[in-house]
């Protein structure tokens, strides 16, 4: 994991502290990368990424989310939204566009969410589409769907069934080195409070209402990127129907990216060097 990155804190819209990571090209900034992590991990382990994306010229911005990163470590904290629950992790993400904005003033921002965070990332495009220039979803299913079977009950390690059983997260990649350091990190492995994963279920029903994705602006590039055995989205039975909707909806500038064999987290997969390239051909070409 790179530790070459620098963290501040933000105001969030309520007065909270946003923690927010940052990495910087040595040189001149193309563009910049929005990422927002998933549930249970935190935005430091987006380095092996972002090293990838600053050589190309990308600055990158990661927050860690309500009751992850370090609050992770307050048992009354870990995997807690707050009073106000998913829409403020949300808000908070606008917030940090908003920064990024300022620190880059005139440069295209991708928002690129993994996993949870690519539930964040549909909700947000519903209300800020025009603040971004591209929109990047991984680990990501049609909500509805997922939340239908899954219940805001779903905790990860419900996952553990639906992958070989050495650890209860092999579910996440078929590289068992980066399953152990998933394990061995006391800031991964949780889930979230029962109140939060219902203001998620809550909050992401609206991705599902007919014709939803019509908020987004029609020239909105669009890259979904996953592996075809992500328990996620039910080895993509449910990503699919998020990739028809998208096109149904008018955006004409939808990529897909399928990895034969490829678990959860993609981009600790041991093809995760194909999947860091890909990632950043899609990026050339629309940031």
């Not at 003033?105 to 949870?116: D, E, K, Q, R």
């Not at 069934?161 to 152990?180: I, N, Q, Y």
């Amino acid at each position: 994991m790179s530790k070459g990155f620098r963290q501040v804190e933000i105001p969030a819209a309520d007065g909270q502290p946003i923690p927010v990571l940052s990495w910087l090209p040595e040189a001149s900034v193309r563009g910049v990368v929005q990422v927002a992590h998933g549930m249970g991990e935190h935005a430091a382990r987006y380095g092996r990424l972002a090293e990838a994306l600053t050589a190309a010229g990308f600055a990158v911005y990661a927050n860690n989310h309500r009751g992850h990163g370090e609050a992770a470590r307050v048992e009354s904290q870990r995997g807690n939204f707050g009073a106000a629950g998913f829409p403020d992790i949300v808000r908070d993400m606008l917030s940090v566009t908003e920064f990024a904005s300022v620190q880059h003033p005139g440069l295209a921002i991708t928002l690129f969410g993994h996993s949870m965070g690519s539930f964040a990332a549909q909700v947000y495009a519903l209300d800020h589409s025009a603040r971004i220039a591209a929109l990047a979803l991984s680990g990501t299913a049609a909500t509805d769907l997922l939340m239908a079977v899954r219940g805001p009950q779903r905790k990860l390690e419900d996952y553990a069934g639906t992958a070989p059983a050495r650890t209860p997260f092999d579910w996440l990649s078929r590289d068992d080195a980066e399953v152990d350091k998933y394990i061995a990190d006391p800031l991964c492995g949780f889930s979230l409070t029962k109140a939060s994963r219902a203001s998620m279920v809550e909050a992401c029903a609206r991705t599902a209402l007919p014709g939803a994705f019509g908020a987004l602006r029609p020239e909105l590039p669009v890259y979904l990127f996953t592996g075809d055995q992500d328990p996620v989205n039910n080895k993509l039975e449910w990503f699919h129907p998020l990739v028809e909707r998208l096109r149904a909806a008018g955006l004409r500038d939808v990529t897909t990216r399928m990895y034969p064999g490829a678990r959860h987290e993609v981009l600790n997969e041991i093809n995760r060097d194909e999947v860091t390239a890909d990632f950043l051909v899609w990026l050339g070409r629309v940031a």
